[in-house]
């Protein structure tokens, strides 16, 4: 079985630019999650998608921060514009359950964000 | 604001010793979950407890929930080089089915 598949794996962009990345949850995964990780922390959700529904984004800075999930598949989230404290390491997860909390996630390689 | 908080926040063990490491969260929670962070993997699901579960094992992994004092312990035993690696714990409380993760135990083995 194919993991969560996550591009790029790094990204270098000076502040106040925009950056997005992609997520590939695995087959037949109905929930995916995009966390940021930030050096020396855990990871912290940003968003949660129920197919293509979205479940909280409670925590999203959505003066600069916007995701999608197109046809329950594929996902993209996008920083516009980016700032410093934005680096980090963005997270993709997929879940083949998630309404009902309590299943394992599988997360992806992560995408790792230098804003400079 | 993180639920899950692990301690200690690092450690240092020789190869063949048993790693204990332990979550303390402050609402009552449904579920409670450990997973390992390295280099190599990224983050791995190691074990998922319930709130109505006191202890389940994996291979080498123990882990206990204690809902009266709000905490739960992992603990690997016989570690080897290769459990080096950061270990979170992350719960989903009442009313909240998303998972919040702590801020890790750093857990390095010498060989």
């Known amino acids: 079985e194919a993991g969560v598949a996550q591009s790029p794996r790094y990204k270098i962009i000076e502040k106040r630019q925009s950056v997005a990345f992609w997520c590939n949850p695995i087959?037949?995964?109905?929930?995916l999650y995009w966390y940021q990780q930030i050096l020396g922390q855990g990871p912290k959700l940003l968003i949660q998608f129920q197919n293509n529904g979205v479940v909280d984004d409670s925590q999203l800075p959505k003066d600069r921060f916007s995701a999608e999930r197109l046809k329950g598949v594929d996902s993209t989230l996008k920083i516009q514009p980016a700032k410093l404290e934005d680096s980090a390491v963005y997270l993709c997860?997929?879940?083949?359950?998630?309404?009902?909390?309590?299943?394992?996630?599988?997360f992806g390689p992560g995408t790792r964000l230098t804003v400079t | 604001s993180q639920q899950g908080e692990e301690d200690p926040q690092a450690l240092s063990i020789q190869e063949g010793e048993n790693a204990t490491m332990n979550c303390s969260y402050k609402t009552s929670i449904n579920n409670l979950q450990w997973y390992r962070q390295n280099s190599g993997r990224g983050l791995v699901h190691l074990i998922l407890?319930?709130?109505?579960?006191r202890e389940k094992h994996s291979g080498r992994l123990r882990v206990t929930l204690d809902t009266s004092k709000k905490s739960s312990s992992l603990l690997i035993t016989a570690s080897r080089a290769a459990d080096t690696a950061s270990y979170f714990c992350?719960?989903?409380?009442?009313?909240?089915?998303?998972?919040?993760f702590g801020r890790g135990t750093s857990l390095i083995v010498h060989p």
């Open positions: 997860a997929s879940s083949n359950r998630g309404g009902t909390g309590g299943y394992e996630q599988y």
């Open positions: 407890i319930r709130s109505n579960e």
């Open positions: 992350a719960t989903d409380g009442m009313g909240s089915y998303i998972p919040t």
């Open positions: 087959s037949g995964h109905a929930t």
